[in-house]
């Protein structure tokens, strides 16, 4: 935990006993809680009221930080991956599967350093990859699943889904109240401004900032 807390000069003594006794509370409950993952790396460390269930199919590296009121849905074919010093935001939701098991969604892997922003939904029944250090912002939704709706004479609902994935490379920034629909990837290097909604792939080093997805030049 030493190597993982670096305190800003301008902490005061009080600052810094709050921050370590939460911290510490984090790490007891991801030291027991962490018993129950399939793989368990290093350090985890689990804030208050955090759902975790099928934890047996749940990957974790070293320094996993779930926040407060987080929920962690396991059930999923490849599971859920997390690599080092991964952060999961407060209030936020990955959801690969129905809770009641009558279907069973892909799962979700994302890469070092890589972090989901507070209320944010994950909806990873389609394989849902994230590479290496990709910020994603407050708010943001995933869904790596689309209703099928081309038979007029039936109904939506009865026409099932398709999953094509969603895949975000490497060194990517997502502002907040981003939403990307199913069948995208966004290539590494890019820029996704808030309240943008992806519906298409995006090519490496690309600044996206256009709520339709219309705008998109090239950070070079």
């Not at 006993?17 to 793989?39: A, Y």
């Not at 892909?106 to 994230?130: R, T």
Request: hydrophobic share 35%; aromatic share 8%; proline share 2%.
């Amino acid at each position: 935990m030493k190597d993982f807390i670096h305190f800003h000069s301008g902490l005061n003594k009080r600052d810094k006993i709050l921050i370590l006794t939460r911290t510490l509370e984090k790490v007891v409950r991801g030291s027991l809680r962490g018993l129950f993952f399939h793989k368990n790396q290093g350090l985890q460390f689990i804030g208050r009221h955090v759902q975790i269930t099928h934890s047996w199919r749940i990957h974790c590296g070293r320094n996993v930080k779930f926040e407060d009121y987080s929920e962690i849905h396991g059930l999923a074919e490849y599971g859920l991956i997390f690599g080092n010093n991964v952060t999961i935001g407060r209030e936020t939701m990955i959801r690969p599967s129905s809770y009641y098991g009558k279907d069973l969604g892909k799962g979700l892997k994302m890469g070092d350093g890589s972090s989901i922003g507070p209320h944010s939904y994950v909806g990873c029944a389609g394989q849902i990859d994230i590479g290496e250090n990709v910020m994603i912002g407050p708010k943001c939704s995933l869904f790596a699943e689309n209703h099928i709706f081309r038979d007029l004479t039936k109904s939506i609902k009865s026409q099932g889904v398709q999953q094509k994935g969603i895949k975000i490379c490497d060194n990517c920034w997502i502002g907040s109240n981003v939403i990307i629909l199913d069948g995208v990837t966004i290539g590494s290097g890019s820029v996704i401004g808030a309240g943008t909604i992806i519906t298409h792939s995006i090519p490496e080093n690309s600044i996206v900032l256009d709520k339709r997805n219309e705008e998109v030049r090239t950070r070079l």
